[in-house]
């Protein structure tokens, strides 16, 4: 069965940078593009980036663009997020989803708190 | 970006009875809306698509209708484990959006 294992977060001062990943197992991961939400604390959902299944296209909220990177890694079957110039609005649990047009399998979340 | 509304906010419903959410969208969506479940400390679930195509697993007291800008999920007749945040969301037009949810509360 599909799997999507996120990693990564943790606590961060504001301008500071995390990188997140997802493993992914269970499905061809190089056929499918992958996506990153995020949901605020108590807040709903928000998309934030999309990366096409062969990294040849990305696609970012405005919300963090010029500020984040998506990228994946094929031969690992792992999905990146490069988070820099990180805000406390950026505070949320970070997920990644298998696209299918809609969202159609999730991991379980990382939390990435941005504090000083 | 399309914008999708969701109400009510929050459906006090009693176990057993039928559940109507609401979701529109702030132009037409065709009918590419997918609906997802949240529990606390989860992650979202996937619960129809296409409008009204239920996921694998899904039972069979969700339904989803709709199409263009008008879309409902029914839940025929609550069950405790499908008290949850619902989200709508459209995947018509980039970016993908979400509502902001409808919480379904115990009555």
């Known amino acids: 069965q599909v799997q999507l294992v996120e990693s990564g977060g943790g606590v961060v001062q504001p301008g500071g940078s995390l990188r997140l990943s997802c493993a992914a197992s269970?499905?061809?991961?190089?056929?499918?593009?992958m996506h990153w939400v995020r949901q605020a604390p108590g807040k709903g959902l928000e998309w934030v980036a999309f990366?096409?299944?062969?990294?040849?296209?990305?696609y970012y909220a405005d919300s963090v663009k010029g500020r984040f990177t998506i990228s994946r890694d094929n031969s690992k079957n792992t999905l990146y997020l490069q988070m820099n110039s990180l805000r406390a609005e950026d505070t949320a649990v970070y997920y990644c989803?298998?696209?299918?047009?809609?969202?159609?399998?999730w991991g379980q979340g990382t939390l990435v708190t941005v504090s000083s | 970006e399309i914008v999708m509304t969701q109400s009510p906010a929050t459906l006090s419903v009693s176990p057993g009875e039928r559940a109507t959410l609401s979701c529109r969208a702030s132009?037409?969506?065709?009918?590419?809306l997918a609906w997802y479940q949240q529990k606390p400390g989860q992650a979202p679930r996937l619960l129809i698509y296409g409008a009204s195509t239920r996921a694998t697993g899904i039972p069979a007291r969700f339904s989803g209708s709709g199409s263009g800008t008008e879309f409902t999920l029914t839940i025929s007749s609550l069950q405790s484990e499908d008290f949850a945040v619902y989200y709508c969301?459209?995947?018509?037009?980039?970016?993908?959006?979400f509502g902001g949810g409808t919480k379904v509360e115990i009555k």
């Open positions: 132009q037409s969506v065709s009918s590419n």
């Open positions: 989803a298998k696209d299918m047009l809609w969202f159609g399998d």
């Open positions: 969301q459209q995947y018509n037009n980039w970016p993908p959006t």
């Open positions: 990366i096409r299944y062969d990294g040849s296209n990305k």
């Open positions: 269970g499905f061809t991961f190089s056929s499918y593009g």
